[in-house]
């Protein structure tokens, strides 16, 4: 079967942060938070790349920019910027388009005209060979 994504190409997941996912007071996300989105969009990466959802080698970076509360909404974009033998280097940027402000209401949010980069990380993903079911 053919790659259905190549290197470069972008793919994304966009997510409302909800009350369950608060961890800290204020209404404040765990920073690990982001990174189990960047693993569900590795996931969807290495599964259209090679057919096969791979293995989390490591984290070479990780920038947590900006804090992430109930209420946001956040984009997660992800690609593949690098192919080794079975080694992929994955790529990751979340952005907060909707911002929770709750005033003058609890429920208060801005639509914001600039994402806002709150977070980006570089992954190593492996692929084991026999794993590799999808071709150029």
Known sequence: MKRQIKIDEKT???VH???KDVHFAGGLVNGAWVLGLFGDVATEIT???DGDEGLLARY???ELKAPIRAGDF???KGWVSKVGNTSRTLEFEAYRYI???GTPFPSSADYLPEP???AKATMINVVPKKCQRLSD
């Open 12 to 14: 994304c997941l966009r």
């Open 17 to 19: 942060v909800s009350e």
């Open 47 to 49: 599964i259209r790349y």
């Open 60 to 62: 070479t970076n990780v």
């Open 74 to 76: 956040i984009e997660v």
């Open 99 to 101: 911002k929770s402000v």
């Open 116 to 118: 806002e980069l709150v």
